[in-house]
């Protein structure tokens, strides 16, 4: 059966990135990371097969045999996203470890995260990191808010 947009059984999303190689080399980092077995790997225009390389770590390939100077090492990364992706309750606390009030409600649930209304202070994302604030937001006179590039500051 066709399909008109995202499929009911989700999508993948793919990064790619391009590598030049030195004489010898056979480790390429992965800018991003990847998860095992969702790479691809091309030498040359030639796709390896798993034994041709090792790509177990998530951050970094390595070639079973050393490439030539000027070789092109080409990664093609998978994310899948699933309409089941889910994160157990312990995972969930871990990912909001210092995003907010936490508050409790009676029975100790803890299904809020709160913030301020108003950035008091400066404040500067972290470098390759993005942030989240649910608003409305404001930001004092004389106070500032600094995102640097590549991250993202969403307000909802």
Do not use: C
Request: proline share 4%.
């Amino acid at each position: 059966m066709s399909y008109l947009g995202v499929p009911p059984f989700g999508q993948t999303l793919r990064s790619i990135q391009e590598h030049i190689a030195t004489e010898g080399q056979t480790t390429f980092s992965i800018n991003g990371g990847y998860y095992p077995t969702f790479i691809d790997v091309v030498l040359n225009g030639v796709e390896l097969y798993s034994g041709d390389f090792t790509a177990t770590n998530g951050t970094e390939v390595v070639l079973a045999t050393g490439a030539s100077a000027g070789d092109e090492l080409k990664t093609t990364v998978y994310w899948p996203v699933s309409l089941i992706d889910s994160y157990r309750k312990s995972e969930v606390d871990t990912l909001l470890e210092g995003t907010g009030g936490g508050a409790t409600g009676a029975g100790g649930d803890e299904v809020f995260v709160e913030n301020d209304q108003i950035v008091t202070t400066d404040y500067t994302i972290t470098a390759g990191k993005n942030a989240m604030t649910a608003g409305p937001i404001s930001i004092n006179t004389g106070v500032s808010a600094t995102v640097p590039s590549g991250s993202v500051w969403t307000i909802i």
